[in-house]
């Protein structure tokens, strides 16, 4: 309350209200003093003297210093009372739960709160009531409704039709007052309350039928089926229609008049007595006949998908054949819905779609269902096992079918689109609005990348090349590591292209790696003149003398080409692989300068994240072209928090690189998703006999109940670190490629990176096998 004129004033706005208070005792509270304790709200049940039974609050008077309780159904009331003795003068204090200055129940006590123990019988009948106090309104409230309830349930089983209304009068009112604004109360349990409520006017219904006041009972019935759904039953439309069926109406039109008033929502209720004109005007409709059924069509098309719902789990197991006799693969639960391939022997048996999980170890590519019973001597029907949904009933298309992917036989299945509540990947590339401004801003950096190739189809040259200069990349190298490669000759082209045509903008050079151009790279390659000062570059160059080894050529030839970019004045480096292309999204308008253009001035590289490939055919001839559907990387998805570069600079020079990092709860779900492929894929790995090298300590899962894994990795990329763009300044020397994935200064200097962490960052995508030619030339 607040203090104000010397009164005490409340308020019963916001959470911190004195909404109990008002209701005990008024807008304007009463003098009680300052050392009154808050307000009490009593529950009385189950006493011999059913008239005690009910809810009190506090009423307008005081008695020996404590509130009189009043009930809220009768002349009961509850006050403290004192009693003198004879001989001493003491006086004992303790509190009578009373009618007409009768006393039925006392407990003593000198305390000021209504006790709930030692209540005692004194002109009441036995047994004792139960005293249940309560610090607020709508819990006494509450707890009143469900008492009533149940004793009008207890009623109506011995036929007191009497006492049933009386008690579901009274838990209708203690329901209300429980909560005043129904449903759109913002507490909790408002479903719980509505089917509360429906119940209760049932029962009430019930009674008013039972006692011939028929058009009550309609409108409770009607008031009752506003807070169910409509396609849910309730014994309140039995109810209705019986009462409209004793006020004249005949039987079909009745179950109509119950089904208008059954697509009502609580929302529509105004209330019990607000509710007769519309059940007066219904009855007068139904009554002349005019009540008309609505009919819905179902105009959903069959997609030519089969789906089925089990009835009989003992009898609908999976089996390996169309046959009862054959080996059982796996089973379902009651209800649980199938979705089947093709119908076969005349309708009765099922064979499963590829997508239905069963057990496959044992090479089954195929699991089948019956559909009716065994058929026995002298059964002209038989039980269905299996009964077909309609086309309205079918689930939604899951995801992998609205992608255009597809399942085949054996292997890990697909999980069911409810399995994964939410899409793990951040990145997204939405198409750009329509309505979108133009980029206010015009970029004149130059861009270059280098690439060193071997065996390459045409088409997948002819689309890396075009890319990347539709994209902004200025000037393209492209190494070919077989001076003798057939894809030279369109290369070729390519360059003639642009010295020809004069295409202003882009450049391409090709570079024939024979021994003329390797003598050449010994006397320019930072990797060969500054061997002798660092491991980094002996290593490199050992690499290469040693063992012609792939990685070696490949940083000796970017070095070559940053370098020579850094001549020409390009402002951003990248290289990569022929297999890969940097891709920046639709809402970039896919412009690779626009997105390094913006890049503020500190920043010296910016790392993309690398997506991989997932090839939905064996060959293809232009992944870049065919390939459009890719695992999106790790960095990208939910809970994955991209490593510092310095610290993975350290961990590699320390030799930790393959260390497994500590499993954080927010990336658990990845763990879950790759262990059970990584189970699934023991069988065919045991079957294949594969000899690999043991897996470091903690980088494969757990995989219980499947023995030792004969596998040494997990997941399907090729790496997850991405690669580096760096930047080049007039006035500095060019950084050097460190690794294939990253840049250092020239000097040695770690470089300033950005992350492009982002959901709408470019990434790099990484075809590594779309094509299984291509993949094997690769590495035989």
Not at 61 to 77: A, K, L, M, S, T
Not at 604 to 624: I, S, Y
Not at 710 to 727: D, N, P
């Amino acid at each position: 309350g607040k203090i104000g004129s010397g009164r005490m004033t409340t308020t019963c706005a916001g959470p911190h209200s004195n909404l109990d208070y008002q209701v005990a005792h008024g807008t304007v509270g009463n003098e009680r003093g300052a050392a009154s304790s808050p307000p009490s709200f009593i529950l009385i049940r189950n006493a011999g003297t059913g008239e005690a039974d009910g809810v009190y609050k506090p009423g307008e008077r005081r008695w020996c210093d404590c509130d009189v309780y009043q009930n809220r159904f009768g002349d009961c009331i509850i006050s403290r009372e004192a009693q003198k003795n004879a001989k001493t003068g003491e006086a004992k204090h303790g509190f009578i739960l009373g009618i007409d200055g009768r006393p039925l129940y006392g407990v003593k006590t000198e305390k000021l709160v209504v006790p709930t123990k030692n209540w005692r019988v004194f002109q009441g009948h036995e047994p004792a009531p139960e005293v249940v106090v309560f610090s607020t309104w709508t819990e006494a409230c509450q707890h009143g409704a469900w008492y009533f309830a149940d004793e009008a349930e207890n009623a109506a089983k011995g036929g007191h039709w009497k006492v049933v209304l009386m008690m579901a009068d009274r838990a209708f009112d203690c329901h209300t007052c429980a909560r005043p604004k129904g449903r759109g109360d913002a507490r909790n349990g408002g479903l719980e309350w509505c089917q509360q409520l429906t119940e209760l006017l049932a029962t009430r219904a019930d009674a008013l039928l039972h006692l011939g006041e028929y058009r009550r009972a309609l409108v409770d019935a009607c008031a009752a089926v506003h807070f169910i759904p409509p396609f849910e039953w309730s014994k309140a439309r039995t109810r209705g229609v019986t009462a409209c069926m004793n006020l004249g109406v005949e039987e079909p039109q009745a179950k109509l008049l119950i089904e208008e008033m059954c697509r009502r929502t609580d929302r529509d209720f105004p209330g019990v007595r607000a509710l007769e004109p519309a059940v007066d005007l219904a009855l007068e409709r139904a009554k002349a006949g005019q009540m008309r059924q609505v009919v819905l069509h179902d105009e959903t098309p069959d997609d030519g998908r089969l789906y089925f719902r089990l009835l009989d789990p003992e009898d609908g197991k999976l089996r390996a054949a169309p046959d009862w006799n054959s080996k059982v693969l796996g089973s379902r639960n009651f209800n649980d819905v199938l979705r089947g391939a093709q119908l076969l022997k005349n309708g009765e048996w099922l064979e499963l779609h590829a997508c239905e999980e069963y057990d496959d170890l044992g090479g089954h590519r195929k699991a089948f269902v019956p559909i009716l019973a065994r058929a026995e001597e002298g059964d002209d029907e038989r039980e269905e096992i299996l009964e077909r949904l309609k086309p309205h009933e079918y689930p939604p298309r899951p995801q992998w079918e609205r992608i255009g992917l597809s399942v085949k036989p054996m292997g890990l299945k697909p999980p069911p689109d409810g399995a994964f509540p939410q899409d793990y990947g951040r990145w997204k590339d939405p198409e750009r609005p329509a309505n979108l401004k133009e980029w206010p801003f015009i970029y004149k950096h130059g861009l270059a990348l280098a690439c060193m190739l071997r065996g390459a189809p045409d088409f997948v040259i002819d689309s890396f090349v075009r890319w990347h200069w539709i994209s902004g990349w200025n000037h393209i190298f492209l190494f070919f590591d077989d001076p003798d490669d057939v894809g030279l000759a369109h290369a070729k082209v390519l360059e003639e292209f642009c010295l020809t045509k004069k295409a202003e903008g882009i450049g391409l050079s090709v570079v024939k790696m024979d021994a003329t151009w390797w003598d050449k790279a010994k006397s320019s390659s930072r990797f060969f003149l500054r061997r002798n000062k660092n491991d980094m570059y002996e290593d490199v160059c050992k690499s290469y003398e040693r063992g012609n080894e792939l990685e070696s050529r490949q940083l000796i030839a970017f070095d070559i080409a940053v370098q020579e970019a850094h001549t020409m004045g390009i402002d951003w480096f990248a290289h990569v692989d022929i297999d890969e292309c940097v891709y920046v999204p639709k809402m970039l308008d896919n412009s690779a300068r626009r997105y390094f253009g913006s890049r503020e001035r500190t920043v010296e590289c910016v790392r993309l994240w690398n997506h991989e490939a997932v090839p939905e055919q064996t060959q293809c001839q232009d992944w870049f072209r065919e390939c459009t559907l890719f695992q999106v990387n790790r960095q990208h998805c939910q809970g994955f928090k991209p490593p510092r570069e310095y610290d993975q600079l350290l961990r590699k020079r320390e030799g930790r690189e393959f260390e497994v990092e500590k499993a954080a709860v927010e990336t658990r779900w990845w763990n879950g998703i790759m262990s059970a492929i990584h189970a699934k894929r023991q069988a065919m790995v045991r079957r294949l006999k594969l000899e690999l090298p043991p897996a470091p300590t903690g980088t494969l899962p757990n995989v219980e109940g499947h023995g030792q894994t004969h596998e040494s990795f997990l997941s399907f990329s090729s790496y997850t670190c991405g690669k580096s763009v760096a930047r080049l300044q007039p006035h500095i020397r060019p950084p050097v490629p460190l690794g294939l994935h990253s840049f250092v200064a020239d000097n040695g200097e770690l470089l300033r990176y950005e992350q492009a962490n982002s959901g709408g960052d470019p990434v790099l995508l990484h075809y590594p096998n779309a094509s299984l030619t291509y993949w094997r030339g690769k590495y035989e």
